[in-house]
């Protein structure tokens, strides 16, 4: 089974700032790749697939890199609303299978 | 607007049958497979299994194939989620969500159905 690990497991950032979250496959998901925010209490929301394609109505400043084992999701300037724990998901093969997160925070 | 409702959250106790609904709303139902997450207490999430509305074709994964059984009702816009026996550990919070139309990623969530399993 292909397992997803996501680094760092906590980043600190403030408002403002650029924010670099990395997702490394144990083995190749060429590009089946999607990325998920979750926010305390609510459900995750998709924000990347196909490891570069914004979702419907996700701001420009997620952007989606990467292929093969390392995926990269930038927030370019991050607000207020976008800290949140933020997860990847491969989609290859199955099963479909989630890294353990990010949680970003405030600096 | 796509929009999955779940069934309110549950109690049950240890060795007690469930069943949580997820019911689709502003799409064609029977065209896109419905997933089922977990998401244990401050923990990750998990993928759980897969149907097709339109024809019941289901597909599980593996930690879960035997533990839970995933049907649906197109009549009715529903997939469900069964237990037959609950145990403490399956305690969690559980989403449905509507795969995307190219791939086995979630475009769509359903607002979480939280099921406590306590003696």
């Known amino acids: 089974e292909i397992v997803m690990t996501q680094s760092p497991v906590t980043l600190s950032v403030s408002p403002g700032e650029r924010a670099t979250l990395s997702c490394r496959a144990s083995?190749?998901?060429?590009?089946?790749l999607a990325w998920y925010q979750q926010k305390p209490g609510q459900a995750p929301r998709l924000l990347i697939y196909d490891a570069s394609t914004r979702a419907t109505g996700i701001p420009a400043r997620f952007s989606g890199s990467g292929s093969g084992t390392e995926f990269t999701l930038t927030i370019s300037s991050l607000q207020s609303e976008d800290f949140a724990v933020y997860y990847c998901?491969?989609?290859?093969?199955?099963?479909?299978?989630f890294g353990q997160g990010t949680k970003v925070e405030i600096k | 607007e796509v929009q999955l409702v779940q069934s309110g959250a549950e109690v049950k106790k240890p060795g007690e049958s469930l069943k949580i609904s997820c019911k689709g709303f502003g799409y064609t139902f029977t065209s896109y497979w419905i997933a089922w997450v977990r998401q244990m207490p401050g923990k990750g999430l998990e993928w759980m299994g897969i149907i097709f509305p339109g024809d019941s074709d289901t597909r599980y994964s593996p930690p879960f194939q035997g533990q839970v059984t995933i049907s649906a009702d197109k009549s009715l816009n529903t997939v469900y989620l069964l237990w037959s026996t609950l145990k403490a550990s399956d305690t969690a919070m559980y989403y449905c969500a509507r795969r995307g139309s190219s791939s086995w990623y979630a475009d769509s969530w359903g607002q979480g159905t939280l099921v406590t399993v306590s003696s």
């Open positions: 083995q190749s998901v060429s590009s089946y």
């Open positions: 998901q491969k989609y290859n093969s199955w099963p479909p299978t």
